[in-house]
C-alpha cells in the first residue's frame, strides 16, 4: 500500500523549515515589541464554539469545518481559526478580572483546518500568526495593530502589500446598512448562486464576500454601509483613518469588503498583494466588540487578525526574500575504522555541549568521501579520528578552507576546544 499524505495539506520538509524558522523568529520579535504575550490553546475544541462564533452562515460553518463525534460521542472540530479559541480562553479563565493588565494583548502560531477546495494558497490544514487585544475600546489600538501587520512586512522585506479597509459600523449602522442591501438584492435574486440565496435572507452581508462569479458580478454596484453610518461609527472611522494618516501607513477603503466571519464590527481590514497576477490576502481582521459577551464572558471590546504564513512565503519567495537560512557547521569529525566509533561518539557530544555545531560520519567510508560530505555541509573545521589518534590521544584540527592545522590533544578539547578553534584563524607570520 503506497502511503500518502491526506488531500490539501503538506510536508513541510527538513530543507524547507529554516524559511518558516524565519518568519516565525521575525514574527515573535515584532509580536514582543508590542508587548504582545504567546498564547497555546487546543487543536480541537467543541464544535459549537466555532459554530457560534463564525456564524451559522459562514463559509467555515456552512462548509469548511473538519468536525467529528469522538469515542464520547462528544461533537468535536478542528479549530478553523484562532479568535473563537482565543476568546474562550480568555473567558474561561477569567482573563476579564480587574487584576489582570488591560488590554490583554495575545498572539499564537497555529495550524487550522478547513475543508476546502485544495488549491495553490489554499489547504485543508495551513498556518497563522493571529493576535487579539481584548479589553479597550481605542481606535488607537485598531491602528497598533494594523501597524503591527505593516512592521512585520517591512521587517521582512516583502513588498507591494496593500492595506485595504472598511468598517461595518455598530449594530444600528448595520441594521440600517442590512435592510437596503436586501432591498437592492432582491430583484436579483434569481441571477444568484444557490448559496447567496440562502443568504440574501439569513445574513445579506454575507452575499458580498461570495467567491461565485455570479454574485460577484450582482454585487458590484451594492450600496456601501458607508453610507449608512450613524454619527458615532462614521466618527469611530474617521478616527482610524485619521491615526493611519498620522504614521503614513498608505489604505485603500474597500466600501463593499465585510470579510469571511460574523463577529466583526466597526473597522475591518485586509492585507492583500499580487502574486503571478493573483490577488491574495496575506492577512485579515478586525474589531469584535461582542464576542466575550457572547461566551458569556463581560462586554469587552476586542481587536485581532490572522495572518496566513503559506501566503505569506508565497509571497516572499516571489519577491525572493532573503531567508537568512543557517547553512554553517562549525565542526566535521572524520572517522575511520571500529576504534574510533566510541572515541567518535564522545568527542562531538563534548563538542556540542560546548555549543559548536558538530557532524561526523556514521558509515566507515574512504576518508576522501568524508571531506566531500565536510565540503557540502559547509564545515569551517575538520578533525580526524582514526587508531592511531585513540591510540596516542593527539589530533590534528584543520581548517578546510585556509588548509591551516593545528595540534592538540583529546584531553584538550574536552576541556576546552575554544582555543585550539581560535587558533585555527590566527594569521600565520612571514
Ligand atoms: P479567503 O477569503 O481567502 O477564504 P478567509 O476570509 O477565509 O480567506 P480568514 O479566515 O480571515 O480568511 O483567515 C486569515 C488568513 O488566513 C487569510 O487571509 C489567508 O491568508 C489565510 N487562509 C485562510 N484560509 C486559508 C487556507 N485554506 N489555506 C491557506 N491560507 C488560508
Ligand atoms: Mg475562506
Redesign the pocket.
Known amino acids: 500500500m503506497k502511503l500518502q499524505k491526506p488531500k ?1 495539506t503538506a510536508d513541510i520538509l527538513p530543507q524547507d523549515s529554516a524559511k518558516w524558522q524565519y518568519l516565525e523568529e521575525i514574527a515573535r520579535a515584532v509580536f514582543n515589541d508590542y508587548n504582545f504575550k504567546e498564547i497555546r490553546t487546543p487543536m480541537f475544541e467543541s464544535y459549537e464554539l466555532f459554530s457560534r462564533a ?1 456564524g451559522e452562515t459562514s ?2 460553518v456552512t462548509k ?1 469545518m473538519y468536525d467529528f463525534e469522538d469515542k464520547g460521542g462528544r461533537h468535536i472540530a478542528l479549530r ?2 484562532g479568535t473563537a479559541s482565543a476568546v474562550r480562553a480568555y473567558v474561561e479563565n477569567k482573563l476579564y478580572a480587574p487584576e489582570v493588565l488591560k488590554p490583554v494583548k495575545m498572539w499564537y502560531n497555529a495550524s ?1 483546518f ?1 475543508y ?1 477546495r ?1 488549491q495553490s ?4 490544514e ?3 500568526f ?1 493576535v487579539e487585544c481584548l479589553g479597550v475600546k481605542n481606535p488607537a489600538v485598531d491602528v497598533e495593530i494594523i501597524a503591527m501587520a505593516d512592521a512585520y512586512f517591512r521587517q521582512l522585506g516583502v513588498s507591494g502589500i496593500s492595506l485595504h479597509i472598511n468598517t461595518l459600523g455598530d449594530m444600528e449602522s448595520r441594521k440600517a446598512y442590512r435592510e437596503a442591501l436586501i432591498a437592492y438584492l432582491l430583484p436579483f435574486e434569481a441571477e444568484l448562486s444557490e448559496d447567496s440565496r440562502r443568504r440574501l435572507h439569513e445574513n445579506p452581508l454575507r452575499v458580498l ?1 461570495s ?1 461565485e462569479p455570479e454574485d460577484i458580478k450582482v454585487v458590484e454596484n451594492a450600496p456601501s454601509i458607508l453610507d449608512y453610518l450613524n454619527e458615532a461609527s462614521e466618527k469611530y472611522f474617521d478616527d482610524v483613518k485619521n491615526l493611519l494618516n498620522a504614521l503614513n501607513i498608505d489604505y485603500v477603503i474597500d466600501k463593499n469588503m465585510v ?3 460574523d463577529y466583526y464590527n466597526d473597522t475591518i481590514f ?2 492583500i498583494v499580487t502574486v503571478d497576477r493573483k490577488e ?6 478586525g474589531r469584535y466588540d461582542s464576542l466575550v459577551e457572547y461566551f458569556d464572558g463581560p462586554a469587552t471590546p476586542a481587536f485581532g ?8 512565503l508565497m509571497v516572499a519567495q516571489a519577491q525572493e526574500i532573503d531567508f537568512m537560512e543557517d547553512e554553517s557547521m562549525d565542526v566535521y569529525v572524520a572517522v575511520m575504522g571500529d576504534a574510533a566509533n566510541v572515541e567518535a561518539t564522545k568527542l562531538v557530544e563534548s563538542l556540542r555541549a560546548q555549543a559548536f555545531k558538530v557532524e561526523r560520519d556514521f558509515s566507515n567510508r574512504k576518508l576522501t568521501a568524508q571531506f566531500k560530505t565536510a565540503e557540502k555541509l559547509n564545515a569551517e573545521v575538520i578533525i580526524t579520528l582514526g587508531d592511531n589518534e585513540v591510540k596516542t590521544g593527539n589530533v590534528s584540527i584543520k581548517h578546510n578552507k585556509t588548509r591551516k592545522e593545528v595540534k592538540t590533544t583529546l584531553d584538550a578539547i574536552y576541556d576546552s576546544f575554544a582555543p585550539a578553534f581560535e587558533e585555527l584563524y590566527v594569521e600565520e607570520e612571514f
Not at 491574495?280 to 481582521?285: E, F, I, K
Open positions: 490539501g463564525t463559509d467555515i469548511e478553523p481559526e487550522m478547513r476546502e485544495p494558497g489554499r489547504l485543508r495551513f498556518h497563522q493571529g464576500d467567491k470579510r469571511g466571519l485586509e492585507f491574495l490576502t496575506v492577512c485579515g481582521g487578525f490572522g495572518l496566513g504564513v503559506e501566503r505569506l
